[in-house]
């Protein structure tokens, strides 16, 4: 199995806060609720490209 490190980026001000290594082969983009030191809350993270 093959894996690839991933940006996750704040849908709110659209920093990028976090890294992960993730599976290669899904379509899908990542989505996970994490917490964003620039806005102070829980907020939406998504994988960028």
């Known amino acids: ?4 490190k ?3 980026a704040c849908s709110v001000c ?3 806060n ?3 290594n993730s599976n290669a082969n899904r ?4 989505q996970v609720k994490k917490f964003c030191k620039y806005c102070n809350k829980h907020t939406l993270h998504q ?3």
């Open 27 to 30: 379509v899908e983009r990542l």
């Open 6 to 8: 991933v940006a996750l």
């Open 14 to 16: 659209g920093s990028r």
């Open 47 to 49: 994988e960028t490209r």
């Open 1 to 4: 199995m093959s894996q690839k």
């Open 18 to 20: 976090y890294t992960l």
